[in-house]
């Protein structure tokens, strides 16, 4: 099955889109931009929201649903943010399709009294409800997630990546002061950089956003950033501190404990499927998807290997007891007795799907006690004893997991440069796209000049950047860290 698809070094955009069609994870729709998550890809997402879903109620946050639909008047009461998104927004206009001459068309006169919005994202609607739901500092703070699709009406799109319909998680959460809103911003950028690292196994750089790069009506912008295998970086994740711009557009005021008036104070934070496409860029080969285990909906395959009805029923009785075992210790384990394809198949279409270790047990294991494990991220084969199988398996996960991670930020570290000359940065970031530190003079000018001339953008200004003494790359004013330039998804 992998022998179709295109080599990552040949044509990297091809060998994604072939990963994402042969691996069985998404196709396009018939409607434009918009896409089908096949039940595998889904899979995937649904351990996704699991783990994250744990993870924001630990932290204190319940999950709530707002419209899909957002009156067009709510967008004009916060300035920037309606800028921020007017392009990319669809609207409704009308409620009702009639029988005409032509087929079927809009009934003119079902025309909506006021026009609406399909959520581009849910900032204006929730805080017009937020403003029943709060009166006193008793009613603080609000911790709401909720999970939902949105739309924005992107011109070039990409499966995962760039699509004009998406699934995501956007929290919403008011405070009674500035401190807790800035501290509940920080915590929720922790969370997605936890959850990136240990369960997506990709390594990211927390930082802040320049103000160009910011969330539209935000104060400031903090995201994760990863590094894809062709170079470029990919925003995993972003926490925005809203200040009080949307209590103040929709005048959303409560009562503090000296009995004074008072703004809520705001953030919003959210990730996407677009994680998903995080997760093949990083780890994936020439052979298809390489998936962590935490995050495979299938952990282990069995593949039973017979030439008769009585060697396969043998077989299957060992391949039986592990499943058993193995699903009492919570790992996910598929039994392929299917007696439609040969083993070659199953090795090739597990293979291509990334699942992280296969089993296969033949009449010649069962003779020696032992199975043949083969594990997907470094392609080794071992035979072990069927003693011990579940505890090697435990073993074997954690030891994939581990790698996959390390592997990732090995590559990000080689693909990681520091540059002092504007005119070398050019040059480099075409021959080796990676992450660029360089030194910035703080204006959006050279800023925008920067993305004009090479189509690089400050990621983020790292969290951890030393203090540095330097000076701009471009215009040679004194810089004082450097901050991350890449060109970027």
């Not at 069985?24 to 649904?46: F, T």
């Not at 709060?134 to 011109?155: F, G, H, K, T």
């Not at 796209?433 to 925008?448: K, N, Q, R, S, V």
Request: glycine share 6%.
């Amino acid at each position: 099955m992998s022998k179709g698809i295109t080599s990552r070094k040949e044509n990297y955009s091809q060998w994604y889109n072939e990963i994402v069609s042969k691996a069985d994870l998404a196709e396009n729709s018939g409607v434009r931009g918009m896409m089908v998550i096949k039940p595998y890809g889904y899979a995937i997402w649904e351990k996704i929201q699991a783990q994250l879903d744990k993870m924001f109620k630990e932290t204190g946050h319940e999950n709530a649903y707002f419209p899909l639909l957002i009156p067009k008047s709510y967008f004009s009461k916060e300035a920037s943010h309606v800028d921020g998104f007017a392009k990319e927004c669809a609207v409704v206009t009308h409620y009702r399709l009639k029988a005409g001459a032509n087929g079927i068309e809009v009934d003119p006169d079902a025309k909506l009294e006021e026009e609406l919005i399909i959520r581009p994202t849910s900032e204006t609607i929730i805080w017009s409800t937020y403003k029943n739901w709060i009166q006193s500092y008793r009613d603080l703070p609000i911790l709401v997630n909720q999970w939902a699709n949105v739309v924005r009406w992107e011109m070039r799109t990409r499966l995962f990546l760039r699509t004009a319909e998406f699934l995501w998680q956007e929290g919403h959460t008011a405070h009674s002061n500035m401190q807790e809103a800035l501290a509940e911003t920080n915590q929720m950028l922790n969370v997605y950089a936890e959850f990136a690292e240990n369960w997506l196994a990709v390594p990211v750089i927390k930082g802040a956003k320049t103000p160009n790069e910011r969330f539209a009506g935000a104060l400031e912008t903090y995201s994760i950033e990863a590094l894809m295998q062709d170079g470029k970086a990919l925003q995993s994740g972003t926490s925005h501190f809203l200040g009080q711009n949307f209590a103040k557009a929709f005048d959303v005021k409560f009562t503090d404990k000296e009995g004074k008036l008072d703004y809520v104070w705001a953030t919003s934070w959210g990730v996407s499927t677009r994680l998903m496409g995080a997760l093949i860029m990083a780890h994936s080969d020439d052979l298809g998807l390489v998936l962590p285990p935490k995050l495979a909906p299938i952990q282990v395959v069995i593949v039973p290997i017979y030439k008769s009805e009585e060697e396969f029923n043998a077989v299957s009785k060992t391949a039986l007891e592990i499943v058993s075992e193995l699903k009492a210790k919570n790992i996910s384990v598929k039994f392929d007795n299917r007696d439609t394809h040969r083993p070659g198949h199953k090795f090739a279409e597990y293979e291509l799907k990334g699942v992280p270790v296969r089993i296969a047990i033949g009449p010649k294991d069962l003779e020696k006690g032992t199975v043949e494990i083969a594990r997907r991220d470094t392609l080794e084969k071992q035979f072990v004893s069927n003693s011990n199988i579940t505890e090697t398996i435990e073993k074997l996960l954690e030891d994939i997991q581990k790698n996959i991670f390390d592997k990732a930020l090995k590559f990000r570290e080689e693909s990681t440069y520091k540059i002092d000359s504007y005119e070398e940065f050019k040059k480099q970031i075409e021959e080796k796209p990676g992450f660029y530190l360089a030194h910035w003079d703080g204006t959006p000018e050279t800023e925008e000049k920067i993305k004009n001339e090479t189509k690089a953008t400050i990621r983020c200004i790292p969290f951890d950047a030393p203090e540095e003494q330097g000076f701009c790359m471009v215009t040679g004013k004194p810089s004082n860290k450097r901050v991350i330039f890449a060109k970027a998804y």
